[in-house]
């Protein structure tokens, strides 16, 4: 299937927010962001040999429906953090 779609986070569990595993590498990317990141899109072209996974601070198109949309005054900051774990499986 192609897809390009966001989903939110589901912030009940610690668990990771998305694991990606290949099975016969018996390898696991794990995808741990923080609250900051409350939504995730993927994407996968027609051609299908590849695939992206991004986390976002705010839904698409976000300036019109406001999702997500966090305004910083001059001078502010705001901090984003992922962690992204290898795992043996």
């Known amino acids: 299937m ?7 986070v ?3 569990s610690e668990a990771p927010k998305c694991i990606l595993r290949n ?8 995808i ?3 609250k ?10 027609p051609h299908r040999k590849s695939i ?4 976002i601070s705010g839904a698409p ?3 019109n429906n406001q999702m997500g949309v966090r305004i910083l005054e001059p001078g ?9 774990r290898l795992a043996l499986i």
């Open 2 to 8: 192609n897809l390009d779609n966001c989903f939110t």
């Open 10 to 12: 589901n912030w009940e």
């Open 23 to 30: 099975r016969s590498r018996h390898i696991q990317v794990e």
């Open 32 to 34: 741990l962001p923080e």
């Open 36 to 45: 900051s990141y409350p939504y995730l899109q993927f994407y996968i072209p």
């Open 52 to 55: 992206a996974i991004e986390n």
């Open 61 to 63: 198109n976000g300036f």
């Open 76 to 84: 502010g900051k705001a901090v984003y953090k992922t962690t992204y």
